[in-house]
């Protein structure tokens, strides 16, 4: 809950510093900074481009109102498409990404292969605060284009298919708009501007290259404009921009998880400091993962490679030619391998962390007089092809020796435990199995609009506007898979139930030899690709379609100025068709989720209005005030009907001095995948989510009371198969989303220098959020509550502890789509832009820095979220406090040269464990230090831009000092190697340099 305290302090705080410093300030108001329309202008967002300035009036992003300048009473940040060509940048993700606003929170990218993510593989969305991507809104032009992506989970717009050089600049709100735009603009709104005019061909080239391999990026666009007299301006550009993958293997900090454990004395890492199997050290090949092993199914002794060649057998007679039982158990520095990391096949150096992405992009703009109207036409086409590589474990129970039915040596698979005695011997196999999954997304976006006036003398200060838009994402993804029917649950007479109905389904075991070191290892992988794998391409459509009209104007003459209204209507309908592929419908996949189709559609009909109203101008600490209001009301067809309204109040003290406030409620509606999404299949292990593991040893009384109130020992342990996590929409039962956002701050402009400095407080708080809780939280929401048994545990059932396997495991998991109770959080932005003309060039000095006080979430009025006591996960990895972002820049004549920095602040996840992992722990015979936490971090790079009459060069280097990402423990979620899984606001591709080429014809 938003602490109410906190807002009335802060109110009383602007309000005591507007009067300070409007006393101390007594000189008249800066003149605004003229820059070209591709450069950088000020992040506090007070001072207007020269387009603007040439303009009566504009509209703001935020507002339906044209007004005469760009001062607004909702905080708004600007960032100009020049940055990315100062700083290297390629796509429009990394430049919206890599903003304060949002990396202080994980943000999707292209490096999340691996999971389920709204978008699918290679989607990259925004996400502003930390709210979550659906809770961002994304704009061209002021219009709403429809999300993109592939698979059934989509609610955002995919960053990829917006070309960086169709961007004139980026005008971020800082703060709801629900009112003005609708659903999604919760905490938040990303308004991209693009170019409306090219007077003549240019060309640019760009690329980037880190100083290590894999990573690099090249980007080629071109622009064309011309015109038809004085009543038709056209533009027409494209642009092919190609990510090269990166391996895991390429950087050290991706490649090699471990355990991460510190010497207690001041030494080097403690954990597998002995030597592998075949007399190589770990760092020679070090993935902290089981392969090329064998596992006595009834023992749980391991075979490993054997370096004499010596075949030994295990308690009950497993045996393996050229394999022997692993000696002891535990940290072992006599030689003996205790993570068998040994392998004969480098194709496990070939997973991608950053896959290859290429897209391809048209865009085309017309604007025509047409005597009294504009109209105005983007058109937009853009295709993404995205390729990945990775590996996986294939690990099922094989039987050893010859079975029943004579068949050897095909060994057929034992899922039934009444077998047992069928066969000399049951073991677990632990082989890699290579992945592949391919994107292709088609992306096609029209918007046209009408706009006009009206006769003069009739209403000659209003006008009106009529759009119209649609889009529509055509994606496919394929990938390879283990097959089900090809491999897995056997009986030892090669009988199979495939469709999982009780009844055996009769086929052939499988013509491979399971246990040959040659498949283990990974030598003879092509075979068992081609015994067990299979391929499946799955397709997603989605559409959305929107007309809007508006009509604003000067309702009267007040004393202070004209009364500013503005009317309007929205009707947006939108589906999604997501049929995953054959294999992922018919659960013939080993190990691995299923999903059914997701299909459906939903329309909304809205209307809304905004008011401007001054109230005073000229007068003492009141130069200028004005009040602003907007309403919006809104009806689904699915996901029910409200209304909304938000306020706001500016105030220019005096010419140096700004107060601004806005306090405003909005709504999200549910997401087509939250409504219609089918179930879909997962596996999480039962270590990783169940509180009743060791629950004797846990320092929460709830889950102590509740799992011995359960019947679970205190010593389980959790060894078993994994749960079954089934994930589903919720239909009808959603309900939308509400939000309330507070926002104060102050502007203050000097007259005695060039200097712009804004800070605003905020608060944002949620109710009824949306969502699908994991696995985790809802065991947690059942046995970490005061309250035993509640709604939690009627979505998970437990096996007995009579069940012959897996006693006590947790079976399967409904964790559908619904609305819980709320998240919310508070913090302070700051922006501060400094210019001054020296005599040996202009400098221009930009920072922004987000502070944040509180982050929380809240389900259902309990406090076991995270495992954190009262839910502020703020400062947490994934959610540092602070973050911030500078450059500095000075122009001499055709010469720029820019340092620019990103700071990211350190992050502690000790709060989600018993242990105080900064203390001393036992690790196995020894004692060491766990890392949980990562360091404080600076990120500099450096640039120099010449130009001239018709070419510009510019060169620089990213991450100059090739900082790499935070390593931290492997009890915290990792992504690759030691670095941590929420870890995406610092720089994985490492130091790397970038040039970009740019001819004006």
């Known amino acids: 809950m938003i602490r109410r305290p906190i807002r009335r302090s802060v109110l009383s705080g602007v309000a005591i510093s507007a009067l300070v410093l409007s006393g101390a300030a007594n000189a008249q108001e800066a003149d605004p900074a003229s820059t070209e329309d591709d450069t950088v202008i000020s992040t506090v967002a007070e001072v207007p481009t020269e387009a603007e300035s040439r303009q009566d009036k504009i509209v703001v992003t935020g507002s339906l109102l044209a007004r005469d300048n760009f001062a607004s009473a909702s905080p708004i940040q600007v960032i100009t498409a020049e940055v990315a060509t100062l700083e290297g940048l390629v796509d429009t993700a990394a430049l919206l990404q890599g903003s304060s606003l949002a990396s202080g929170s994980t943000q999707l990218n292209n490096t999340f292969q691996n999971f389920v993510t709204n978008g699918g593989i290679g989607a990259q969305t925004i996400d502003l605060r930390g709210c979550g991507d659906t809770r961002t809104l994304v704009l061209v032009d002021g219009k709403r284009p429809g999300p993109a992506g592939t698979r059934g989970s989509i609610a955002a717009l995919d960053l990829n298919v917006l070309p960086q050089s169709i961007i004139s600049r980026i005008e971020v709100l800082k703060d709801g708009a629900s009112t003005i735009y609708g659903s999604d603009a919760v905490c938040g709104v990303v308004n991209i501007i693009t170019r409306d005019t090219v007077d003549s061909l240019e060309l640019n080239a760009q690329m980037t290259r880190p100083f290590d391999s894999g990573g690099e990026q090249y980007s080629v666009s071109g622009a064309y404009g011309f015109q038809l007299g004085d009543y038709a301006d056209f533009t027409i550009s494209a642009e092919y921009r190609m990510s090269e993958q990166l391996d895991t293997s390429e950087r050290d900090y991706l490649d090699c998880p471990r355990d991460y454990v510190r010497d207690v004395n001041g030494g080097g890492l403690i954990d597998r400091l002995n030597l592998s199997a075949d007399g190589r050290r770990p760092t020679d090949n070090c993935n902290n993962l089981y392969y090329n092993t064998a596992i006595d199914s009834f023992t749980g002794q391991r075979l490993v490679p054997s370096p004499d060649g010596i075949t030994g057998a295990t308690a009950t007679g497993v045996s393996i030619p050229g394999y022997r039982p692993r000696v002891g158990t535990g940290y072992l520095p006599t030689g003996e391998a205790y993570f068998e990391d040994y392998l004969n096949g480098d194709f496990l150096n070939n997973r991608d962390f950053i896959p290859r992405n290429e897209n391809i ?140 109905d009780g009844n055996p389904d009769t086929i052939a075991p499988p013509s491979i030899d399971f246990l040959s070191p040659g498949i283990l290892s990974g030598a003879n992988v092509s075979d068992l690709v081609a015994a067990i794998g299979g391929y499946q391409t799955g397709n997603t459509i989605y559409e959305q379609t929107t007309f809007t009209g508006v009509l604003a104007g000067e309702l009267m003459e007040l004393p202070a ?78 996901g029910g009907s409200g209304s909304i309204y938000k306020v706001g109040l500016n105030w220019q003290i005096n010419p140096v001095l700004r107060a601004r406030s806005s306090y405003g409620t909005s709504y999200r509606a549910p997401a087509l995948f939250e409504l219609f999404l089918e179930d879909q299949t997962g596996f999480q292990s039962q270590t990783s989510i169940d509180p009743c593991v060791n629950w004797a040893d846990s320092t929460s009384p709830n889950v102590r009371a509740n799992c011995s109130a359960a019947g679970v020992p205190d010593n389980y342990t959790g060894t078993g198969s994994s749960a079954l996590v089934i994930t589903s929409g919720g239909g009808e039962l959603l309900e939308p989303e509400t939000g309330d956002t507070f926002t104060a ?20 708080e949620i109710e009824d959020q ?143 464990y018993s242990a105080d992992y900064n203390d001393p722990q036992a690790y196995f015979a020894l004692t060491g230090l766990y890392k949980v936490y990562t360091e404080a971090q600076w990120t500099h790079g450096l640039s120099v831009r010449w130009s001239g009459d018709t070419w510009t060069l510019t060169g620089g280097v990213r991450n100059i000092f090739d900082e790499h990402p935070p390593q931290v423990s492997d009890i915290v979620q990792l992504s690759a190697g030691n670095t941590p899984l929420s870890a995406t606001g610092y720089d994985v591709r490492g130091r790397r340099a970038f040039v970009n080429v740019s001819k004006k014809f």
């Open 770 to 912: 949306i969502t699908s809780l994991s696995a985790a939280q809802i065991v947690g929401g059942c046995y970490a509550t005061t309250v035993y048994p509640n709604d939690f545990c009627d979505l998970f059932e437990r096996n007995p502890g009579t069940a012959t396997i897996g006693a006590y495991n947790l079976d399967n998991i409904q964790a559908p789509t619904l609305n819980v109770d709320s998240q919310s959080q508070n913090g302070i932005d700051l922006e501060v832009r400094y210019t001054n003309e020296f005599n040996f060039g202009t400098l221009i000095v930009d920072g922004s820095v987000n502070w944040a006080f509180e982050r929380y979430i809240n389900v259902f009025g309990s406090d076991f979220v995270s495992g954190i006591a009262d839910n502020d996960f703020n400062g947490t990895i994934g959610y540092p406090s602070v973050v911030g972002d500078a450059s500095i820049r000075l122009d001499r004549g055709d010469w720029t040269y820019t340092w620019f920095t990103d700071f990211i602040g350190r992050q502690d996840d000790n709060r989600y």
């Open 361 to 500: 992009s048209l865009f085309a703009t017309a604007d025509v007089d047409l005597g009294g109207m504009a109209w105005d036409t983007e058109l937009l086409y853009s295709r993404r092809e995205t390729n990945v590589e990775g590996w996986r474990q294939f690990f099922p129970v094989v039987g050893s020796a010859t079975n029943a039915a004579g068949n050897s040596p095909n060994y057929g698979y034992i899922s039934d435990p009444t077998y047992s005695n069928s066969v000399d011997g049951l073991v677990q196999i632990v082989a890699p199995f290579p992945t592949t999954d391919d994107i292709e997304l088609d992306y096609y976006y029209a918007s046209t609009s009408l706009s006009g006036g009206f006769s003069p003398g009739v209403m000659d200060s209003w006008s009106w506007k009529v759009d119209g838009s649609y889009s529509r994402g055509e994606g496919s993804y394929g990938g390879s898979e283990i097959l089900l029917s090809k491999s897995g649950d056997w009986n030892y007479d090669g009988v199979a139930d495939i469709d999982g």
């Open 745 to 764: 701050g102050i502007i203050w402009t000097p007259t005695f220098a060039d200097l712009n400095i804004a800070v605003d407080y905020y608060e944002i």
């Open 561 to 638: 100025g004209a009364l500013g209204v503005g009317f309007g209507a929205e009707y947006r309908e939108f589906s999604i068709d997501d049929q995953p592929g054959v294999l992922t419908q018919g659960g013939d996949i080993w190990g691995s989720s299923t999903a059914g189709p997701t299909k459906g559609t939903n329309s909304v009909s809205e209307v809304f209005a905004e008011i401007n109203v001054p109230l005073l101008k000229g007068a003492p600490l009141a130069e200028d005030v004005e009040f602003s209001g907007s309403v919006r009301a809104f009806d689904y067809d699915i």
